[in-house]
């Protein structure tokens, strides 16, 4: 299966961005559904960004929509993700994860999962 490595996470001030990396051992553009999970403090992991292969459809969940822009850098194989105007409940633990399905912002059986990258909004 396809392996992943987040990157990119920190810690920021309230207002402040990050931008997070997804970087995958193949092709992911054509291949995969691509999403991004959150997980806060005593709180169970959520799906927030979820794009579907060439990047013919994005979906956001309410808590981070107009805020945060998930993308694919298909000459990379890295998914990437804006995250812009961070507030502290942004606070958490980040991971990608790659399936062959979705269903708007579901990812369906995700395939693989990266080890996390932790961002802090203070």
């Known amino acids: 299966h396809v392996q992943l490595v987040e990157s990119g996470g920190g810690t920021v001030q309230a207002g402040g961005s990050l931008r997070l990396s997804c970087t995958a051992s193949?092709?992911?553009?054509?291949?995969?559904?691509m999403a991004w999970f959150r997980q806060s403090p005593g709180q169970e992991r959520e799906e927030i960004a979820t794009?579907?292969?060439?990047?013919?459809?994005?979906d956001y969940a309410a808590s981070v929509k107009g805020r945060f822009t998930i993308s694919l850098d298909k000459d990379k194989n890295i998914l990437n993700m804006q995250m812009n105007s961070l507030k502290p409940e942004d606070t958490g633990m980040y991971f990608c994860?790659?399936?062959?399905?979705?269903?708007?912002?579901?990812?369906?059986?995700?395939?693989?999962w990266g080890q996390g990258t932790q961002v802090t909004v203070s």
């Open positions: 994860a790659a399936s062959r399905g979705c269903r708007g912002l579901r990812l369906e059986a995700p395939l693989a």
């Open positions: 193949e092709v992911i553009y054509t291949r995969y559904c």
């Open positions: 794009v579907h292969p060439y990047e013919t459809h994005a």
